[in-house]
T-cell receptor, first 115, second 110 residues
Framework: DGGITQSPKYLFRKEGQNVTLSCEQN?????MYWYRQDPGQGLRLIYY???????QKGDIAEGYSVSREKKESFPLTVTSAQKNPTAFYLC??????????????FGPGTRLTVL | EDQVTQSPEALRLQEGESSSLNCSYT??????LFWYRQDPGKGPEFLFT???AGEEKEKERLKATLTKKESFLHITAPKPEDSATYLC???????????FGKGTSLLVTP
């Protein structure tokens, strides 16, 4: 089945630790995205990547890092520099086409809690 | 700056009681407006993409419409399984990212 997988579903981090969230897709999509969701707020863009080996910062990139070494994978690292990392993290992907709207499809999410 | 405002924040309906959710937006050139459904603890599920004013799309009990300033998600004769948070997002001509509203939490009671 085609889709987007995220792991782990739940993640607990101690203060000062870096943690990496996994996102994999088998939809043959070129573009991938990371969003953060907090209660009472809309989804906010952290990073996005239109092609392999290239990525751009979103609105709230500070304290996060990404890599895009393979088309199928876009891992997100939450570093110790991120001051308030407790949130629900969502990965998405799309064909990355220009012109009319490019629909993004979301994975099931990872809930990160700082202990 | 692009903005998306959804109203109401929360809506409670009786089963079978039709209603509409609103998404008002300002964007510097619209590539697309998107509706998603999100259940608690899960990722958003894609519902519709609308591209230009006057466009309408339907899926089961849901119908999405678009004007130059807002979109409506009409829910006809809702059932309890329609209970979820409905998210609206816009994509501007200038980029690829989606700008989301805060969502409308819908509860349909039997």
């Amino acid at each position: 089945d085609g889709g987007i997988t995220q792991s782990p579903k739940y993640l607990f981090r101690k203060e000062g630790q870096n943690v990496t969230l996994s996102c994999e897709q088998n939809l043959n999509h070129d573009a991938m995205y990371w969003y953060r969701q907090d209660p009472g707020q809309g989804l906010r863009l952290i990073y996005y990547s239109q092609i392999v080996n290239d990525f751009q910062k979103g609105d709230i990139a500070e304290g996060y890092s990404v890599s895009r070494e393979k088309k199928e994978s876009f891992p997100l690292t939450v570093t110790s520099a991120q001051k308030n990392p407790t949130a629900f993290y969502l990965c998405a992907s799309s064909f990355g086409t220009s012109g009319s709207g490019d629909t993004q499809y979301f994975g099931p999410g990872t809930r990160l809690t700082v202990l | 700056e692009d903005q998306v405002t959804q109203s109401p924040e929360a809506l409670r309906l009786q089963e079978g009681e039709s209603s509409s959710l609103n998404c008002s937006y300002t964007v510097s050139g619209l590539r697309g407006l998107f509706w998603y459904r999100q259940d608690p603890g899960k990722g958003p599920e894609f519902l519709f993409t609308l591209y230009s004013a006057g466009e309408e799309k339907e899926k089961e009990r849901l119908k999405a419409t678009l004007t130059k300033k807002e979109s409506f998600l009409h829910i006809t004769a809702p059932k309890p399984e329609d209970s979820a948070t409905y998210l609206c997002a816009v994509q501007a001509n200038s980029g690829y990212a989606l700008n989301f509203g805060k969502g409308t939490s819908l509860l349909v009671t039997p």
